[in-house]
């Protein structure tokens, strides 16, 4: 037998029906009292055990009785709690409901009816005469035969069922604002109205310090019921006047003890309110009103004194139902509960910020004249738990070459971002003191094994074994890319001509993988003409656990070949991203970086390869002054570069080994010069002897140049300078 159906002797519509046996009214009545003998009566005690103040008991059952046409035939609805609730025979059941509640529970009704199985135990508001709302269990019964229509029984929430129920529901979110908007619901219990006002620290998720009354500032994290107030009204994101910031927080904070305080009428609240703005501001309408102010009270940081106000919350209802001293308790154990997730919320949000400032920081910045860069990142979530160690730089480095860097750090939240923010910064520091892709690899590779370490990794609960990286390094001169890949997902290369490849390189385990077979990191060189398009991306975007990652890095690879030469980069970037990761069902962070490739013209650039002899540096000086006269350089900037490049060749000649390859580069007013030989020694600005025979070439280099460096590169070095002419 179905346990559901109503014939079923444990089914949901015998115990509500049964429970409710003496109670339907019938017939038209008004209510069937329950007899005095009755087993709960004896025990003195209703349905849900509430007592009234002073020893009675309160009633908190309804029923309403409906037809199949959903209209009511008879009702129920004496007790206490559902005063002002208005269900007259001949009205719809709807009339019942807030107007947004009313397409869903018709449906549940029209259900019960078709399936005649019951619908039990669904929280549900109703709607009071005056507006407002009352939070009720609603169970629907179908009805015995020949009626055929409904039994709707209402069960006002218990107090202090709602209290336990609502603090477990608050604590499910690290969201301030989610946090303060369930309180405030769940505050509806008690009141009428129920705002929730945050100090600002909360909100930047600031450290939580003892401070002065005047000090605090307030802004409405919440309010409830949401409906249309009157206009000066403060209302969910707005700032409390300074005044009101201090009257509430001096009010809940008497003799430095902050306490719940009770305001019993509305003539009360304007004597201490005083101005008839702060009145408007913080009183609900025009009509009689009462408030229970409650303090959000934390326990103070270590070595501070007292506890620390939070917020206040603040419930209004009418004056004729005045506060019990058991609703106070009640009212501060859930407000107090609640605080210690707001301050969880709050030290939350910091460590979000602090997360995506660190990412923030990482992201590209503009492109140069040779290259332009477009990047997208997306959390999974946006709080910090979901932000994890996705990273994606770009950066110029010495000779006019650009880097571009993605990386993915195992993990989410702090302990990724931090490891991210170590690498990337490692990584800058690494390719712009001139080492190759490769190397930094090699590098980054033995970073991640000490951040791994007792002390510094595990022990800390976090470990980077795994993370993954790709460098590429683009020349706009030889048009060209140097590209090293650490177990990461291989970029994409669109030609001018539309074509698209796959930048596969030899295979690595990634970051950090003492337990695999060490290999070195390869290099690899490809063209990209001026108009190529290059993606880099973290697996967030291509992933899909239904289909193999060939699939998405192939829908990426369409989807990038659509990108038109005359598109913003930055608009076609989160146009990909939308179509291969729509917002709302990410799995994992996705990042994307595009760069189109510009280059330099060659009438901008000049390089020559001469062999070492002793006289190099004069053939190199012939060469560069005949094409700083081409590129109508003044008269001080060609003496200058033409001293640096005979330094420079002369040191290659001398300290290095042949043969010698000199290049030059003009962007604008800048002038780069790179000298470049076979030899492994690095050249060093040492204080050398006033009269000493050597060691002043570098000297003059160095007076004369903006700034000048040494790059390495699969034959040897390169030594470059970079001038303003």
């Known amino acids: 037998m179905d346990p559901t159906s109503p014939s079923s002797p444990d089914s949901p519509f015998d115990v509500v029906s049964g429970a409710l046996a003496d109670y339907i009214p019938r017939a038209g009545a008004t209510a069937a009292r329950r007899p005095t003998g009755s087993r709960s009566a004896r025990r003195g005690q209703g349905p849900a055990g509430e007592r009234r103040e002073g020893g009675g008991q309160e009633q908190i059952l309804a029923v309403v009785n409906l037809d199949r046409n959903l209209t009511i035939t008879s009702c129920n609805l004496d007790a206490t709690p559902f005063a002002g609730v208005t269900a007259a025979p001949g009205t719809p059941f709807s009339a019942l409901l807030p107007p947004e509640d009313i397409p869903t529970v018709t449906q549940r009704l029209r259900n019960v009816i078709d399936t005649q199985e019951a619908h039990v135990a669904r929280v549900q508001r109703l709607r009071r005469d005056d507006g407002t709302e009352l939070v009720v269990s609603m169970s629907i ?38 946090t303060a908007q369930s309180l405030a619901q769940s505050l509806l219990a008690w009141g009428d109205v129920a705002a929730v006002d945050f100090d600002f620290a909360v909100w930047t998720g600031e450290a939580v310090i003892e401070q002065a009354h005047e000090r605090i500032r307030l802004r409405r994290a919440a309010l409830a019921p949401d409906r249309a107030w009157p206009e000066g009204y403060l209302t969910r994101g707005d700032n409390l006047p300074r005044e009101a910031s201090r009257l509430l927080v001096g009010a809940v904070t008497r003799d430095d003890v902050p306490q719940a305080i009770v305001i019993p009428d509305r003539a009360a609240i304007e004597r201490v309110l005083g101005d008839p703005r702060l009145v408007r501001a913080l009183v609900p309408g025009n009509l009689p009103a009462s408030v229970a102010c409650i303090p959000l009270v934390v326990r103070g940081p270590e070595g501070t004194p007292g506890p620390i106000v939070l917020g206040v919350t603040e ?3 009418r ?9 106070l308790l009640d009212l501060q154990e859930l407000v107090a509960k609640t605080a210690r997730h707001v301050d969880l919320a709050r030290q939350h949000q910091r460590e979000h910020a602090q997360v995506l400032a660190l990412q923030r920081r990482l992201l590209p910045r503009t492109g140069s004249d040779t290259i332009e860069v477009a990047s997208v990142y997306q959390p999974t979530t946006p709080d910090s738990a979901g932000v994890g160690g996705d990273w994606v730089n770009s950066f110029p480095l010495p000779g006019d070459r650009t880097a571009l860097v993605v990386g993915d750090v195992v993990g989410h939240g702090l302990g990724a971002a931090a490891a991210m923010g170590q690498l990337s910064m490692e990584a800058r520091a690494l390719l712009s003191a001139g080492l190759g892709p490769d190397e930094v690899l090699e590098r980054l590779d033995e970073t991640v094994t000490l951040l791994d370490d007792t002390d510094a990794g595990l022990a800390a609960g976090y470990s980077a074994l795994g993370s993954t990286c790709c460098i590429a390094v683009y020349d706009p001169v030889d048009h060209r890319v140097v590209m090293s890949n650490a177990g990461h997902l291989p970029p994409i290369l669109v030609h001018p001509d539309g074509s698209a490849t796959t930048l596969t390189a030899q295979p690595h385990p990634g970051l950090g993988a003492e337990f695999a077979v060490r290999e070195p990191f390869d290099l690899h060189a490809f063209a990209a003409p001026p108009g190529s398009l290059l993606a880099l991306y973290t697996d967030g975007l291509v992933e899909d656990p239904v289909s193999p990652i060939d699939e998405g890095i192939g829908r990426l690879k369409e989807a990038v070949r ?19 990761a729509p917002r709302g069902r990410l799995r994992d962070d996705v990042t994307l970086l595009l760069a189109r490739t510009t280059g330099r013209r060659s009438r901008d650039t000049a390089t020559w390869r001469l062999p070492a002899a002793d006289d190099t540096a004069a053939r190199a000086r012939t060469l560069v002054a ?15 570069t033409l001293l640096v490049i005979s330094e420079l060749v002369t040191n290659a000649v001398v300290f290095g080994t042949g043969p010698v390859t000199v290049r030059l580069v003009k962007a604008g007013h800048r002038l780069t010069c790179e000298v470049g030989d076979a030899g492994n020694g690095r050249p060093r600005l040492r204080r050398g002897e006033l009269l000493g025979d050597g060691g002043r070439g570098l000297h003059v280099v160095h007076k004369l140049t903006t700034r000048w460096g040494v790059r390495w590169t699969d034959t040897g070095k390169a030594v470059w300078a970079e001038l303003d002419v």
């Open 141 to 178: 019964l179908p009805a015995a035969a020949p009626q055929g229509g409904l039994t709707v029984s209402l069960i006002a929430m218990a107090r202090r069922l709602h209290l336990y129920a609502s603090a477990a529901a608050i604590g499910t979110s690290l969201d301030i604002g989610e």
């Open 315 to 317: 419930v209004w209802r």
């Open 319 to 327: 004056p004729e139902h005045p506060f019990r001293d058991s609703e």
């Open 562 to 580: 659509e990108v038109h030469p005359w598109d913003d980069l930055q608009q076609a970037a989160r146009r990909v991203v939308a179509q291969l």
């Open 626 to 640: 005949a094409l700083l006269r081409r590129w109508h350089v003044g008269a001080q900037g060609r003496d200058s």
